[in-house]
T-cell receptor, first 112, second 113 residues
Framework: NAGVTQTPKFQVLKTGQSMTLQCAQDMNHEYMSWYRQDPGMGLRLIHY???????DQGEVPNGYNVSRSTTEDFPLRLLSAAPSQTSVYFC???????????FGQGTRLTVV | AQSVTQPDIHITVSEGASLELRCNYSYGATPYLFWYVQSPGQGLQLLLKYFSGDTLVQGIKGFEAEFKRSQSSFNLRKPSVHWSDAAEYFCAVEKTGRRALTFGSGTRLQVQP
């Protein structure tokens, strides 16, 4: 059972480039979220989804897009990378309200 | 604004000593409450959670947490810390109906031999 899989683990982008961070889960969880982790700020919610076809914005959505075409996948797109998006990104999934969230291993993104 | 506060950024304890990590939240009603641990370079793992009922909850790795409604607190404790407990600890809340977690800024625990 793989759990939550994030790819890539590391990525360096130039300012203005676009890319997609992949997140896949094999637990048939309805809820999925993307967070960014920056020193001293904990994890901040970027976008979340409560099921296929349903997404919503979190605390820091600017510069990021998401879609949820299947239960398993929840990709995060950076349309035009900026140095302020240098961070560690975590994807999480969970079965429903109040249940345990399972996290991927993270993607460390550097924008130069 | 609704928030989660972990006032201690960094704590150092000696191996075998007791530990308490503080967490306060500001929500109108009692949310779901969680403690997660993050080892270096890893994702987060759930230690314990509180929804209702007994205000003292037990978790994995010998951790426990006490919910105090009057103080809006959910502090994490461990009677005797082991070197392997060195990690970053995050308090998180899920407001009923919010469908996403809000995290505190984390407390980094260092364990001295």
């Amino acid at each position: 059972n793989a759990g939550v899989t994030q790819t890539p683990k590391f990525q360096v982008l130039k300012t203005g480039q676009s890319m997609t961070l992949q997140c896949a889960q094999d637990m048939n969880h309805e809820y999925m979220s993307w967070y960014r982790q920056d020193p001293g700020m904990g994890l901040r919610l970027i976008h979340y989804s409560v099921g296929a076809g349903i997404t919503d914005q979190g605390e820091v959505p600017n510069g990021y897009n998401v879609s949820r075409s299947t239960t398993e996948d929840f990709p995060l797109r950076l349309l035009s990378a900026a140095p302020s998006q240098t961070s560690v990104y975590f994807c999480a999934s969970w079965r429903g309200e109040g249940t345990e969230a399972f996290f991927g291993q993270g993607t460390r993104l550097t924008v130069v | 604004a609704q928030s989660v506060t972990q006032p201690d950024i960094h704590i150092t304890v000696s191996e075998g000593a007791s530990l308490e990590l503080r967490c306060n939240y500001s929500y109108g009603a009692t949310p779901y409450l969680f403690w997660y641990v993050q080892s270096p370079g890893q994702g987060l793992q759930l230690l314990l959670k509180y929804f209702s009922g007994d205000t003292l909850v037990q978790g994995i790795k010998g951790f426990e947490a006490e919910f105090k409604r009057s103080q809006s607190s959910f502090n994490l404790r461990k009677p005797s810390v082991h070197w392997s407990d060195a990690a970053e600890y995050f308090c998180a809340v899920e407001k009923t109906g919010r469908r996403a977690l809000t995290f505190g800024s984390g407390t980094r625990l260092q364990v001295q031999p």
